[in-house]
């Protein structure tokens, strides 16, 4: 293994060692959800390999690292022992030992914006005949990550419409920012908006300040939660004044990635109203999601929002079951 560590710090190229003992040399970009994404100069196509089918890892990129007891760090990484130990180099120059199974995240750093972008859209159209339904949804992701911190904006937006029934219009979207301690903690803030003629809520804005815990970090699967303070304010499309209310929310989330081709998400968060007695809302989110050739994909979609004092006596739930063909860059 010392020609391949002298080859790769000649190149300045990575290296990655299979468990079947193949070697791929080429740039490492990513390890996340439990895939590990290289790029080659004889291939079109970045290589996705699982994670578990690598056995040593030898690199001169400095790259941003998550580990499973949420210890965030950047630096450079090198395989010891024959794949037995893992040193990272950080940029203090210190080092630090650990293993491969612990490492969970890994994305190349770039000092240009554009390489610390993520954003995906999914496209949706139902046409029916009967009663002459017409249904459309878009929805879309843009994310950027830094050293200590990441930030992402989504969006929602379904438009439905039928003879002889009054139109129906929803949007939800969302601004979010974290900031990572140590120990797998974390800091969030988030501005949330809805909009729904099934509640005749014609804009709902949430903002968020709270703290949580990743519980589980792995290469199969992250679960979180957190809590904090909200503030909800409310206008209606009906005689229904507007309202404010500060609310004490507690939130989870989970997703699952090492299912093949599929992975799942989802996020539960309930609301306690502080300033209206007895009132308290909920609002679910969940997506499964099945990978196709060339980064398109197929994505089933459900959301859930509950009030239990709605505009609408009798309007409790409003729902969205939906299924999607996306592409992600």
Not at 49 to 71: A, D, H, P
Not at 296 to 304: E, I, Q
Request: aromatic share 14%; proline share 1%.
């Amino acid at each position: 293994m010392t020609l391949l560590c002298s080859l790769s710090g000649k190149s300045q190229h990575d290296s990655l060692v299979l468990k079947n003992n193949n070697i791929i040399v080429g740039e490492l970009k990513s390890l996340k959800n439990g895939i590990i994404t290289i790029e080659t100069d004889y291939s079109d196509k970045d290589f996705l390999i699982e994670w578990s089918g690598v056995k040593e890892i030898y690199s001169k990129t400095r790259f941003l690292l998550t580990l499973k007891n949420g210890t965030r760090i950047t630096g450079y990484i090198v395989s010891e022992e024959e794949g037995k130990k893992l040193k990272i180099i950080e940029d203090s120059d210190s080092e630090m030992i650990t293993t491969l199974e612990d490492l969970v995240f890994l994305k190349e750093l770039d000092n240009n914006f554009w390489g610390r972008v993520k954003a995906n859209v999914d496209l949706g159209l139902n046409l029916t005949k009967a009663n002459n339904l017409k249904q459309f949804n878009v929805s879309g992701k843009l994310g950027y990550i830094a050293d200590k911190w990441s930030s992402d904006a989504n969006f929602n937006l379904l438009r439905s419409s039928q003879d002889s029934v009054n139109a129906t219009k929803r949007t939800d979207a969302s601004l979010n920012l974290v900031y990572y301690l140590q120990h797998a903690m974390f800091i969030s803030s988030s501005v949330n908006f809805l909009s729904n003629t099934e509640q005749a809520l014609k804009l709902r804005t949430t903002g968020k300040l709270g703290f949580g815990k990743f519980f589980i970090q792995t290469n199969r699967a992250y679960w979180g939660a957190g809590g904090g303070l909200s503030f909800n304010n409310e206008s209606f499309f009906n005689e229904t004044e507007a309202r404010n209310s500060l609310e004490l929310y507690l939130a989870t989330e989970a997703k699952l990635f090492d299912i093949g081709d599929f992975n799942f998400y989802g996020n539960w968060s309930v609301y306690k109203s502080l300033t209206e007695s007895g009132r308290w809302r909920s609002d679910l989110t969940t997506d499964a999601k099945y990978d196709l050739p060339l980064d398109f994909y197929l994505k089933l979609n459900f959301t859930v929002n509950y009030d239990n004092r709605p505009a609408i006596v009798g309007n409790d739930f409003d729902y969205i079951f939906g299924f999607s063909f996306g592409w992600k860059l």
